[in-house]
């Protein structure tokens, strides 16, 4: 049951008296006298007034006791469909702050990531989560298109709203203060975050974006590397790349590819995608594309017709005939629907090769006239989830056919999409020597348009707060040049003064999609970095409330378009400690079967990043680190031996982990920032 709403001037918003009320503002008309906030894009000040999200109502606290015993509040916005959450600390663990997630596709208040809570209680801090705006926040392209469509409304008013009115309930709850609030976000949420920092004034104290892209990325980022695949999986190269690319390796991934394959590595790579990522090659597609890749036809209705009429297009001037094969245009009611599965159809047929992408046309039945786009495909089946269709009205027996054209032509989109600016380096390989493009160009550059959308702003690189970016080394949605992007423009416009509010720290052996590894095996080759973002809001909540600075910006080159890292602990700076793994004194040993093979780990901790709290070995490379060592938190070196034997043969990539804890508390489980190291073993029969 809903409190009657109060007005309270002090949070220029209509907030409930709190079933426990320990405190409040005294009521005035400040409201009534703000101006609108004004701007383009819209600025949001704690001194204007969001008309459209200018009256919000609470639920009474409600005491949990998971994770921790812990108030739950949730609030809504008069006349929207804006919602938020918010979970605070008992009286005597609050210390003052707020943090806030943010992301524009988790628009549920059921889709917290699952240690924001507990790491935000045990840091005396209330987290607060909204849903974007609900259904008045666009997620997808088609929505973007609809009237009333406001970027900024779901890329940073509705958070900024929802953080002042979470601001009065920490002051109705524990007494009249000033609370300090701290933004962060990744990918589609850096773009937030950013815009928030650029556009509010007085909401938040500071903030932190992770694996940013440029106003460019969208969907370039992925269009090369679908081109990529395409090309590369012809012959099966990937697992002779990757071997290459491995610890112990050639080093050589070109070494066995024809020109064609040559050629696409080169162009994925130059890009920026990094080569480590291509490690899960069996199971990548185009990733976030799908979701995306309505852009173009909004925006550029006429490219996958031109692509294959005119010159200077892949698939008119295809060298190899490679895009030929691929294409799929079948022909009216060519396959039928045989099942429908959980919103899954299930047809009697499906063309060879990689489907995610193409389009599906439903030509008879209650869809009839629809067309989606498939989002997965199982291999060895014949089932297929398809977006913008309801399966829900597909009955079996209705015909459906699949033509691949648009998403054959979106491979190469990014060859057209060249930005004016030689800042974004990815694209320069598509220049001549006279710095023009050697593509035919098209008039519309659709990544910009997706960031405003996504966001509500063309990020600037001009903010007050202090920020801290956080980027992986290992990101193939996120390239890690777009972050030293996003530097040189602060450094542009702020100039020297930047460090007084601005660190980018890369981080190594770490990903994008998910701050964990989605499975065992993958910590065989990747950390989470969840613990690398509470390392950094604890520092930034520290740099505002004490002053105290952070510690300094990594250290990197970026050369043909990669991120490249010192290999001393020293040199690199940052948050994470660096890992030299060795076996038999090398990065590679050729051993028989019940040989003892010596591994020889060396880890250390950057300046002012935190102390070592636990090393780790996995030394058939499975993931799982069966061994280990508990250090007491007040090292920043450690340098341990160990020996194995193996009992079969086979090649292995033996892993080593370390770990350090920001303050290097071994029990503490937020802020424990890892690294690992990889060598090959190959062991022959004796």
């Known amino acids: 049951m809903r409190g009657q709403p109060q007005r309270n001037g002090c949070a220029a918003l209509i907030v409930t008296t709190l079933a426990l009320h320990l405190g409040a503002c005294s009521d005035n008309d400040d409201q009534d006298r703000r101006g609108a906030c004004s701007g383009d894009p819209v600025k949001i000040t704690s001194e204007c007034s ?44 609050y210390q003052g702050r707020l943090f806030q997630n943010t992301h524009p596709l988790l628009g549920s208040l059921l889709s917290i990531p699952p240690e924001s809570v507990p790491f935000a209680l045990d840091s005396g801090a209330c987290f607060l989560w909204t849903n974007q705006g609900g259904e008045d926040n666009a997620t997808s392209p088609e929505d973007t298109q609809e009237p009333g469509f406001e970027p900024s409304y779901g890329g940073y008013r509705v958070n900024a709203a929802a953080m002042l009115a979470a601001k009065q309930v920490a002051r109705d709850l524990y007494g009249d203060h000033e609370p300090r609030a701290y933004l962060y976000g990744g990918s589609g949420g850096a773009y937030q975050t950013v815009c928030s920092a650029e556009h509010t004034e007085g909401i938040w104290d500071g903030f932190v974006p992770f694996v940013m892209g440029t106003p460019h990325a969208i969907p370039n980022l992925f269009t090369v590397r679908i081109h990529a695949l395409r090309i590369l999986r012809l012959r ?36 920026g995608f990094p080569p480590r990522g291509w490690w899960n090659h069996p199971t990548l597609n185009g990733g976030p594309l799908a979701l995306i890749a309505g852009y173009v036809p909004i925006y550029d209705p006429t490219y996958t017709e031109d692509y294959f009429s005119q010159p200077g297009y892949l698939g008119f001037d295809d060298p190899y005939g490679s895009v030929a094969a691929a294409r799929i245009q079948d022909p009216v009611g060519a396959r039928e629907v045989v099942a429908v599965q959980s919103g899954t159809l299930v047809l009697d047929t499906l063309p060879e090769g990689d489907l995610v992408g193409s389009e ?55 060859r057209h999409q060249v930005p004016d600016s030689e800042a974004f380096v990815g694209w320069n390989q598509f220049r001549g020597s006279d710095g023009k493009p050697i593509y035919p160009q098209r008039e519309v550059l659709t990544g910009p348009q997706g960031a405003l959308n996504g966001a509500g702003c063309i990020t600037s690189g001009e903010f007050a707060a202090p920020v801290i970016l956080v980027q992986n080394l290992m990101d193939i949605d996120a390239f890690p040049w777009q972050a030293d992007w996003y530097y040189d423009t602060v450094r542009e416009v702020q100039g020297d003064t930047h460090v007084q509010r601005f660190r980018l720290w890369y981080i190594d052996h770490a990903q994008h999609n998910s701050p964990a590894p989605a499975n065992t095996a993958a910590f065989a080759r990747t950390i989470s970095y969840q613990s690398v973002l509470q390392h950094a809001l604890l520092d930034l909540a520290r740099w505002v409330e004490s002053g105290e600075p952070p510690a300094g910006t990594s250290r990197y080159q970026v050369v043909d378009s990669q991120v490249e890292v010192p290999a001393e602990a020293a040199q690199r700076r940052g948050i994470q400690p660096v890992v030299d793994f060795q076996v038999n004194g090398g990065e590679r040993a050729e051993v028989s079967v019940g040989e003892e093979v010596v591994f020889d780990l060396f880890v250390e901790s950057p300046p002012e990043s935190g102390t070592l709290v636990q090393l780790e070995w996995d030394f058939l490379g499975v993931g799982d680190f069966p061994y280990s ?10 340098t341990r031996q160990r020996s ?42 004796e």
Request: glycine share 10%; aromatic share 6%.
């Open 360 to 414: 599906l046309f439903v030509d008879t039945g209650a869809e009839a006239g629809k067309q989606g786009t498939i989002f997965s495909s199982s291999p060895g089946s014949t089932a297929v989830f398809v977006l913008g269709i309801d399966a829900g009205r597909v009955s079996p027996g209705d015909q459906v056919r699949i033509d691949n054209s648009a998403n054959l032509a979106l491979q190469t989109f990014h």
């Open 236 to 271: 099966d190269k990937f697992p002779q790349i990757m071997d290459a690319i491995d610890p112990g390796g050639t080093g050589d991934p070109y070494a066995t590819l024809n020109q064609q394959e040559a050629e696409a590595l080169r162009e994925v790579t130059l890009m």
């Open 50 to 93: 969001d008309e459209r999200l200018g009256q919000v109502t609470t639920t009474p606290p409600e005491l949990r006791s998971e994770p921790r015993e812990h108030y739950y509040i949730e609030g809504e916005f008069t006349g929207t469909d804006a919602r938020f959450s918010l979970h605070c600390p008992l009286e005597g663990a």
């Open 644 to 685: 194995h034997i193996y009992t079969e043969p086979g090649t292995y990539f033996a892993v080593a982990r370390a770990t350090q804890q920001r303050d290097g508390e071994p029990d503490n489980p937020h802020a424990r920032v890892q690294n690992l190291g990889r060598v090959r073993v190959v062991v022959s029969p």
């Open 629 to 638: 060592a508990t250090l007491d938190g007040t090292q920043t070196r450690a």
